[in-house]
Nanobody
């Protein structure tokens, strides 16, 4: 069993920054991808970014809407993945979820474990 807990959300003005954290506990696999998704009311969860949980594969993946602004990283000693969000826009307002799964990065259905989410609100 894997548990994921997000933190770091909050209210920030447009142009500001936040860093989200996702702490993992329980059984994980070295081949897992760790991903960030976001969701607003009435919409499907949208892919944001993903990274390999561990191992030599350091590939990262980003949605076009966040490239150049968001950076995903990991700290394996702390079992934690981070999402550094810079130059935030009101359109980034959403509940942000971390997820873990063994398959491809872009689709929510390929992730097996999900956190409960953390609210990010960007004011104009």
């Amino acid at each position: 069993q894997v548990q994921l807990v997000e933190s770091g959300g909050g209210l920030v003005q447009a142009g500001g920054s936040l860093r989200l954290s996702c702490a993992a506990s329980g059984r994980t696999f070295s081949s897992y991808l760790m991903g960030w998704f976001r969701q607003t009311p009435g919409k499907e969860r949208e892919f944001v970014a993903a990274i390999r949980w561990s191992g030599p594969n350091t590939s990262t993946y980003y949605a076009d809407s966040v490239k150049g602004r968001f950076t995903i990283s990991r700290d394996n000693a702390k079992n934690t993945v981070y999402l550094q969000m810079n130059s935030l826009k009101p359109e980034d307002t959403a509940v942000y979820y971390c997820a873990a799964g063994p398959r491809g990065p872009y689709y929510s259905g390929r992730y097996d474990y999900w956190g409960q989410g953390t609210q990010v609100t960007v004011s104009s």
